[in-house]
């Protein structure tokens, strides 16, 4: 579970409750079922009329993209890999056959066979981003989609609103009932929005983000690939790889691997 989205839409929607609550309102000042529908349906289908159903039918899957965790630590793979490269070092490239069918990493296991199997440097690299550019295309739709969602709301909010005050001018024979029509016609242009910048807006942002994120440590991957095929010792390929990461991530190896050191020393 990525709690960053789960704590986020917690927060933004416990936000616009309290402050309706510090306003004197109530959650049933907010209920609108004619203004619900327009926004959330009538939103749907103006994005399904820009897409397919094929795109409408990978909603959930995109959705359990934003809300679930499954990136690989950087870190990790750097382990990974400096592991595969004394394993190299030892036995040859060949002994990475099987060890890279081990790790569930569908990318990592494509460099490594490509390594194996004796393919050039030049085309190894050119194969591994391919992927890379095939895999950003795919996420781009997921992303696509909720930034159209978060177009379209407000628009469909605004439609709800004119059409709630034309229902208002209608009443206009009757004074008593024109201030709750005003209040219920702009229920609909709030829906719009807030879905927009406290769901769709924010869920496209986390899916861009977890693709830029996922991106780094492909890349990660490729200059690790092509430094054991190229035969660098163990030390060089962690150093390379290190060079995609924050400081705040080197030096946080740098405080494990002493920490390791230590304890080997003390074994």
Do not use: C
């Not at 382990?79 to 990493?105: C, P, Q, S, W, Y």
């Amino acid at each position: 579970m990525d709690l960053a989205t789960v704590i986020g839409l917690i927060i933004a929607w416990g936000a616009l409750f309290l402050s309706l609550r510090l306003e004197g309102g109530s959650l049933a000042d907010l209920f609108n079922a004619p203004a619900f529908i327009l926004v959330m349906f009538g939103t749907l289908g103006a994005t399904i009329i820009g897409s397919s159903m094929k795109t409408l039918g990978a909603l959930p899957s995109i959705m359990r993209n934003a809300l679930v965790d499954k990136a690989m630590d950087p870190l990790e793979v750097i382990d990974l890999m400096v592991g595969f490269a004394r394993i190299a070092r030892r036995e040859g490239v060949l002994a990475l056959d099987d060890a890279a069918r081990k790790t569930n990493h569908r990318f990592l296991q494509k460099g490594i066979e490509l390594v194996v199997d004796g393919t050039p440097s030049i085309m190894v690299r050119e194969i591994l981003e391919t992927e890379i550019v095939a895999m950003q295309e795919r996420h781009k739709i997921g992303e696509t989609v909720f930034t159209t969602l978060g177009g379209f709301s407000p628009t469909l909010g605004i439609i709800g609103t004119v059409m709630g005050l034309i229902g208002m001018l209608a009443k206009l024979s009757e004074p008593g009932r024109m201030g709750h029509a005003i209040a219920a016609a702009f229920v609909a242009t709030l829906y719009g929005v807030a879905f927009a910048n406290l769901i769709y807006l924010p869920v496209a942002a986390k899916l861009r983000s977890k693709t830029s994120e996922e991106v780094v440590v492909y890349e990660m991957i490729i200059e690790g690939v092509m430094s054991i095929q190229a035969g660098d010792n163990p030390r060089i390929v962690e150093t390379r790889m290190l060079a995609y990461l924050p400081p705040s991530l080197r030096a946080m190896r740098s405080v494990v691997k002493s920490v390791d050191q230590r304890e080997s020393k003390v074994a």
